[in-house]
């Protein structure tokens, strides 16, 4: 069985300002965890994901994300806001082995004020 | 390459009527998957097909709900009678069947139903 929290429904940050979106998981088995984004009135896009290998995962538009084995954490985070980030972004994981159907967050919405 | 095109985009309708949706996946790609994403939540599967065969339905409301994949191409999702608690986007993703290629999955840009 696995599950994903996801700490804050909303994010607020100003345009420059560091970005930190929180995920944390539980699996009985070594995850595989995924950062996706929704922009309104569209599909989920892939950000970045982690298999196995280095812990710090880079992805598309400067996000970048860090397994925390010990802390059961994937928290994505990003240098300088850009109003264009404003979206939602789900935290997702599977399992390594057997079904590879993820699991999905509730969502944080990511608010950019100028 | 194209992506996940799905249609329709907007479907409003009142209870107990009928509806469907239609999905095409990226070319190529052997799984398809159909979502329910309730607003506030993340989505949740409904169905996956590998090819034409059903992989996992475990959590499709039967009763109502029924999918299919007849030439292991597109695929329709159908809800008779619609219930309130239906209203979501519902997403289609596809993804290729290759070892460590099936959890990369693209998501189509859903249809949005609203049941009154």
């Known amino acids: 069985a696995q599950s994903v929290t996801q700490l804050g429904s909303h994010v607020s940050v100003s345009e420059g300002a560091l970005v930190l979106l929180r995920c944390n998981y539980s699996?009985?088995?070594?995850?595989?965890l995924f950062w996706y984004v929704q922009y309104p009135n569209q599909g989920l896009q892939l950000l970045l994901k982690?298999?196995?290998?280095?812990?710090l995962v880079k992805g598309i538009n400067g996000f970048e994300a860090e397994f925390k084995k010990s802390e059961t954490s994937f928290h994505l985070t990003k240098p300088s806001a850009h109003m264009s980030d404003a979206a939602e972004y789900f935290c997702?994981?599977?399992?390594?082995?057997?079904?590879?159907?993820?699991?999905f967050g509730r969502g944080t919405s990511l608010i950019v004020h100028p | 390459e194209a992506g996940v095109a799905q249609s329709p985009r907007y479907k409003i309708i009142e209870k107990r009527q009928s509806v469907a949706f239609w999905c095409n996946p990226i070319s190529g790609h052997a799984t398809l998957y159909w979502y329910q994403q309730i607003l506030g939540q993340g989505p949740k599967l409904l169905i996956q097909?590998?090819?034409?065969?059903?992989?996992?339905d475990s959590q499709l409301p039967k009763d109502r709900f029924s999918a299919e994949r007849l030439k292991g191409v597109d695929s329709t999702l159908k809800i008779q009678p619609a219930k309130l608690e239906d209203s979501a986007v519902y997403l289609c993703?596809?993804?290729?069947?290759?070892?460590?290629?099936?959890?990369?999955?693209?998501f189509g840009p859903g249809t949005r139903l609203t049941v009154l």
């Open positions: 997702a994981v599977s399992a390594s082995g057997g079904s590879y159907i993820p699991t």
């Open positions: 993703a596809s993804s290729l069947a290759r070892p460590g290629l099936e959890r990369e999955q693209f």
């Open positions: 699996s009985s088995v070594p995850p595989y």
């Open positions: 097909f590998q090819n034409n065969g059903v992989v996992d």
């Open positions: 982690y298999t196995t290998g280095a812990t």
